[in-house]
T-cell receptor, first 112, second 114 residues
Framework: DVKVTQSSRYLVKRTGEKVFLECVQDMDHENMFWYRQDPGLGLRLIYFSYDVKMKEKGDIPEGYSVSREKKERFSLILESASTNQTSMYLC???????????FGPGTRLTVT | KQEVTQIPAALSVPEGENLVLNCSFTDSAIYNLQWFRQDPGKGLTSLLLIQSSQREQTSGRLNASLDKSSGRSTLYIAASQPGDSATYLCAVRPYSGNTGKLIFGQGTTLQVKP
């Protein structure tokens, strides 16, 4: 079974801190994604990567950056956390083509 | 711009009922449609994936159908159980290169009462 893991289930950070969210997948998937999920807004794509060192902005990239130095790892970076970035963050991976997307367990981030 | 809508937003049924969840999308140019389950505070679990060339997929008590031309999909749950209580999300993968981006509906929150 594909396994997508995220470094933390719960995280509390202060405004202005630099925050790293890590995602690792074990199935050699080319595509990796970061979404955030908020009540009433659903899941929104922040960034995605279709190969090592390749990245593209999603629908809401402002305030975020990403890093993909190795195929299995995709990191989401909040350069200076703000309270409006309090959310559930979900990582996913998939093969190119028409394969299933597999999601991690999520990281609930609270910025105070 | 592709938009995905799920109706109803919430549903409460007694145990044992058969039920249908609806998903509609505005652009039929999709690779596939996927149904997910999400338990409170958890990640998404993939239930069924229907390719654009397929009409339906089945897994146990679940059956998903796809009518691409009308922009609709349904998730049928037979003989519902309290353990089926969760939020169900549908997502389409639009034609946009090979990136695998998904566009999600807002979800239907299902409660099955014992």
């Amino acid at each position: 079974d594909v396994k997508v893991t995220q470094s933390s289930r719960y995280l509390v950070k202060r405004t202005g801190e630099k925050v790293f969210l890590e995602c690792v997948q074990d199935m050699d998937h080319e595509n990796m994604f970061w979404y955030r999920q908020d009540p009433g807004l659903g899941l929104r794509l922040i960034y995605f990567s279709y190969d090592v060192k390749m990245k593209e902005k999603g629908d809401i990239p402002e305030g975020y950056s990403v890093s993909r130095e190795k195929k299995e790892r995709f990191s989401l970076i909040l350069e200076s956390a703000s309270t409006n970035q309090t959310s559930m963050y979900l990582c996913a991976s998939s093969l190119p083509g028409v394969g299933t997307a597999h999601f991690g367990p999520g990281t609930r981030l609270t910025v105070t | 711009k592709q938009e995905v809508t799920q109706i109803p937003a919430a549903l409460s049924v007694p145990e044992g009922e058969n039920l249908v969840l609806n998903c509609s999308f505005t652009d039929s140019a999709i690779y596939n449609l996927q149904w997910f389950r999400q338990d409170p505070g958890k990640g998404l679990t993939s239930l069924l994936l229907i390719q654009s060339s397929q009409r339906e997929q089945t897994s146990g008590r679940l059956n998903a159908s796809l009518d691409k031309s009308s922009g609709r999909s349904t998730l049928y749950i037979a003989a519902s159980q309290p353990g089926d209580s969760a939020t169900y999300l549908c997502a389409v993968r639009p034609y946009s290169g090979n990136t695998g981006k998904l566009i999600f509906g807002q979800g239907t929150t299902l409660q099955v009462k014992p």
